[in-house]
């Protein structure tokens, strides 16, 4: 009845801002309509999309972290009643959510080209084009990753599944936040990223919300445990929100002045709910959750606020979805946008120079959101260890800073503009993020830091300790942790990328080039960690066959470089032709001179990697010697006592069988 009420509520709000703001009324006159039905169906159909959706992330995620139990074993049991429960709520929720999403692209495609869903030609001209558009595309794989959900869902109870699919439904949510938006605008990244952390944030919020109060009963006295650990969370999303709220809103609004526009209206509309919801979110953390835990009587206020909070949150959503189908006071297109803006969503830039590499600068928030929390949360961990006394090596601090630095300038700065635009500079951020700031970043030795100051849960749920130990210890990671996969994967994902449609949908789509640049880091850094990782994992190969894997594998990407050298055939020829840079007069040269970088910049992190293994090697055997020379000190050399005592044996033998 509750999650009824709330999709009510959001329906009802989406008609009434749709009507004020006009999001449902027919396109301008001389255009095609797909008809008063489409357009009003499209903001509830995706209110009823984005509450399902949250309701299968919020009950994955009490089944995969949030649930008690005696003890670890307990908690993890397969036929564990709550887990059970909260797996069929989130079976549920996701066959609708995949509905929903299967509808919406329907509904999408009829109003943007136009075409009556009665149209006998409507079927032909969905499915032709269905795959080459990038919201339809990204909604199609949304919707398809929630069946796929639910039908998991619908057979697995363990823990472990409840992880996976967590982390499944929360990238078939991200994939909605990074698309859509006008690629010709100045403004488009922020407002993607921003969208993205924003539908993110959400989701969690209102979805564990919801999923705690429809399964209140199935909590049973559990109840309160999981709502101090859900509120742990919803705190983060509210802070998360709250931020991205505000960059959306700046990339669409010109001044204060704006919010008197029904756009402007609908946008203090959202902001008022979330201010009522933070007020409601600090009593709850302040008064009745830890009231539960005293006196079971006090539920009953916990779940009258909760239930409250659950209508605004539903308000929320019907206002969201109107306001995504409202024009803005500022457009998301610049008219008549340059090649390089229609193209990367960045007007081009000047040709460089040496001071470029200083002063050109162009801020992409979610990696310097990244990069800053990355070292700010390493800086907590170290305080952690120093209040308790414990010395931390400082070249490990030095190394990981530097790595994430880097990683700034290469995102922030004149490798992530020139990066764009030319294959050249391209190919040297490559190198950059997938040879360098890795080798950095593992020596940082992150995941020993956060085993040592993380505090272990007690009470069976899983904490961030226990989902790090967990992969430490997974069956993954001792499948990708072989150095010998990790050498293929490094090597061939550069043949598949280059030499596929993906180079070019990475230079001109958002999340492509987030996709990209998220896959040279972790490919890089699982490379680096197979040689000189120090954190702990699966047992480490002899140094000899490290390098081994080492020359090996950089043969091979000295091969890629020569292959690009002497190719004759332009990567991603669409693109960088329609760019036409000025500064750029020959794109193939450009483009061998970009091979020959990734042939000679492997060479120094080749020779540090190598390097790096044969200190270990090293320190291996210094170490074994000292380890030795102890047990020798113990037991008065006895190793070597029985060794000689041999010896004597074989020579006395051999002095018998001579007489």
Same mark, same amino acid.
């Given at each position: 009845?509750?999650?009824?009420?709330?999709?009510?509520?959001?329906?009802?709000?989406?008609?009434?801002?749709?009507?004020?703001?006009?999001?449902?009324?027919?396109?301008?006159?001389?255009?095609?309509?797909?008809?008063?039905?489409?357009?009003?169906?499209?903001?509830?159909?995706?209110? /009823?999309?984005?509450?399902?959706?949250?309701?299968?992330?919020?009950?994955?995620?009490?089944?995969?972290?949030?649930?008690?139990?005696?003890?670890?074993?307990?908690?993890?049991?397969?036929? @564990?009643?709550?887990?059970?429960?909260?797996?069929?709520?989130?079976?549920?929720?996701?066959?609708?959510?995949?509905?929903?999403?299967?509808?919406?692209?329907?509904?999408?495609?009829?109003?943007?080209?136009?075409?009556?869903?009665?149209?006998?030609?409507?079927?032909?001209?969905?499915?032709?084009?269905?795959?080459?558009?990038?919201?339809?595309?990204?909604?199609?794989?949304?919707?398809?990753?929630?069946?796929?959900?639910?039908?998991?869902? =619908?057979?697995?109870?363990?823990?472990?599944?409840? /992880?996976?699919?967590?982390?499944?439904?929360?990238?078939?949510?991200?994939?909605?936040?990074?698309?859509?938006?006008?690629?010709?605008?100045?403004?488009?990244?922020?407002?993607?990223?921003?969208?993205?952390?924003?539908?993110?944030?959400?989701?969690?919020?209102?979805?564990?919300?919801?999923?705690?109060?429809?399964?209140r009963t199935a909590m049973g006295d559990a109840i309160g445990?999981?709502?101090?650990?859900?509120?742990?969370?919803?705190? !983060?999303?509210?802070?998360?929100?709250?931020?991205?709220?505000?960059?959306?809103?700046?990339?669409?609004?010109?001044?204060?002045?704006?919010?008197?526009?029904?756009?402007?209206?609908?946008?203090?509309?959202?902001?008022?709910?979330?201010?009522?919801?933070?007020?409601?979110? #600090?009593?709850?953390?302040?008064?009745?959750?830890?009231?539960?835990?005293?006196?079971?009587?006090?539920?009953?206020?916990?779940?009258?606020?909760?239930?409250?909070?659950?209508?605004?949150?539903?308000?929320?959503?019907?206002?969201? *979805?109107?306001?995504?189908?409202?024009?803005?006071?500022?457009?998301?297109?610049?008219?008549?946008?340059?090649?390089?803006?229609?193209?990367?969503?960045?007007?081009?830039?000047?040709?460089?120079?040496?001071?470029?590499?200083?002063?050109?600068?162009?801020? @992409? !928030?979610?990696?310097?959101?990244?990069? +800053?929390? =990355?070292?700010?949360?390493?800086?907590?961990? +170290?305080?952690?260890?120093?209040?308790?006394?414990?010395?931390?090596?400082?070249?490990?601090?030095?190394? !990981?800073?530097?790595?994430?630095?880097?990683?700034?300038?290469? *995102?922030?700065?004149?490798?992530?503009?020139?990066?764009?635009?030319?294959?050249?500079?391209?190919?040297?951020?490559?190198?950059?993020e997938a040879m360098v700031i890795p080798i950095f970043l593992?020596?940082?030795?992150?995941?020993?830091?956060?085993?040592?100051?993380?505090?272990?849960?007690?009470?069976?749920?899983?904490?961030?300790?226990?989902?790090?130990?967990?992969?430490?210890?997974?069956?993954?990671?001792?499948?990708?942790?072989?150095?010998?996969?990790?050498?293929?994967?490094?090597?061939?994902?550069?043949?598949?990328? #280059?030499?596929?449609?993906?180079? @070019?949908?990475?230079?001109?789509?958002?999340?492509?080039?987030?996709?990209? *640049? =998220?896959?040279?880091?972790?490919?890089? #850094?699982?490379?680096?960690?197979?040689?000189?990782?120090?954190?702990?994992?699966?047992?480490?190969?002899?140094?000899?066959?490290?390098?081994?894997?080492?020359?090996?594998?950089?043969?091979?990407?000295?091969?890629?470089?020569?292959?690009?050298?002497?190719?004759?055939?332009?990567?991603?020829?669409?693109?960088?032709?329609?760019?036409?840079?000025?500064?750029?007069?020959?794109?193939?040269?450009? &483009?061998?001179?970009?091979? =020959?970088?990734?042939?000679?910049?492997?060479?120094?992190?080749?020779?540090?990697?190598?390097?790096?293994?044969?200190? &270990?090697?090293?320190?291996?055997?210094?170490?074994?010697?000292?380890?030795?020379?102890?047990?020798?000190?113990?037991?008065?050399?006895?190793?070597?006592?029985? #060794?000689?005592?041999?010896?004597? &044996?074989?020579? @006395?033998?051999? &002095?018998?069988?001579?007489?």
């Open positions: 009845m509750l999650v009824a009420g709330v999709a009510v509520i959001g329906l009802v709000a989406s008609v009434v801002a749709a009507s004020f703001s006009g999001a449902a009324e027919p396109l301008a006159e001389g255009l095609s309509s797909a008809g008063p039905v489409v357009r009003w169906a499209l903001p509830l159909v995706r209110v /009823v999309h984005d509450l399902s959706a949250a309701l299968t992330v919020g009950a994955l995620l009490l089944a995969a972290t949030m649930i008690p139990g005696a003890t670890k074993a307990a908690s993890a049991d397969l036929d @564990e009643p709550r887990r059970a429960a909260a797996m069929s709520v989130a079976m549920i929720a996701a066959f609708v959510w995949a509905l929903a999403g299967a509808v919406g692209v329907i509904l999408w495609f009829a109003d943007a080209a136009g075409i009556r869903l009665s149209d006998p030609g409507f079927g032909a001209a969905l499915g032709s084009t269905v795959w080459a558009i990038e919201p339809l595309r990204v909604g199609l794989i949304s919707a398809i990753t929630a069946a796929i959900v639910a039908s998991v869902a =619908a057979l697995a109870r363990a823990r472990s599944v409840a /992880v996976l699919l967590t982390a499944l439904s929360l990238f078939a949510i991200a994939v909605l936040g990074l698309a859509g938006h006008a690629g010709g605008s100045a403004d488009h990244e922020t407002a993607v990223n921003a969208q993205g952390a924003h539908l993110l944030a959400a989701t969690l919020w209102v979805g564990g919300l919801l999923a705690l109060i429809v399964l445990v999981v709502a101090r650990r859900y509120s742990s969370v919803a705190l !983060w999303c509210f802070v998360a929100l709250g931020i991205s709220g505000v960059m959306a809103a700046s990339t669409r609004l010109a001044g204060w002045s704006d919010l008197s526009t029904r756009y402007g209206v609908l946008i203090l509309v959202k902001t008022g709910a979330f201010v009522l919801l933070g007020i409601a979110g #600090y009593w709850h953390r302040r008064s009745t959750i830890e009231a539960m835990d005293k006196d079971t009587a006090a539920r009953r206020p916990f779940l009258r606020l909760a239930v409250g909070e659950t209508l605004v949150m539903g308000l929320a959503f019907g206002v969201a *979805t109107a306001l995504a189908r409202t024009a803005p006071p500022v457009p998301e297109t610049t008219p008549n946008p340059s090649a390089a803006l229609a193209l990367s969503g960045f007007p081009a830039p000047p040709a460089p120079t040496v001071m470029s590499g200083l002063t050109a600068w162009r801020i @992409e !928030w979610l990696f310097l959101a990244a990069g +800053l929390l =990355a070292i700010a949360l390493y800086v907590a961990g +170290l305080v952690r260890l120093h209040r308790r006394g414990v010395r931390w090596p400082v070249l490990r601090t030095v190394s !990981w800073i530097i790595g994430w630095l880097l990683f700034l300038w290469a *995102t922030n700065g004149f490798l992530g503009i020139y990066g764009r635009v030319t294959f050249f500079w391209h190919m040297t951020v490559h190198m950059m593992v020596l940082g030795a992150p995941v020993t830091l956060a085993l040592r100051t993380l505090k272990p849960r007690k009470d069976g749920t899983l904490g961030p300790r226990e989902l790090v130990l967990g992969m430490v210890h997974s069956r993954f990671l001792r499948a990708i942790g072989n150095p010998v996969f990790a050498g293929i994967f490094f090597f061939m994902s550069l043949i598949v990328f #280059y030499w596929s449609g993906l180079f @070019e949908l990475a230079l001109r789509t958002h999340t492509g080039h987030l996709l990209m *640049t =998220a896959h040279f880091i972790l490919a890089g #850094y699982l490379f680096a960690w197979v040689l000189i990782g120090v954190d702990p994992g699966p047992k480490k190969w002899s140094p000899i066959l490290r390098l081994v894997v080492l020359f090996t594998t950089i043969s091979f990407h000295a091969f890629f470089g020569v292959a690009i050298v002497s190719g004759a055939t332009l990567l991603a020829p669409s693109f960088f032709t329609a760019l036409d840079l000025p500064w750029v007069p020959d794109l193939l040269a450009d &483009q061998r001179n970009g091979g =020959a970088v990734a042939w000679a910049i492997g060479e120094l992190p080749s020779l540090a990697l190598a390097l790096g293994v044969a200190v &270990q090697w090293a320190r291996s055997d210094r170490a074994e010697s000292i380890r030795r020379d102890r047990a020798a000190d113990r037991d008065g050399d006895a190793e070597l006592a029985a #060794y000689n005592a041999r010896l004597a &044996q074989y020579a @006395e033998r051999d &002095q018998r069988a001579a007489r």
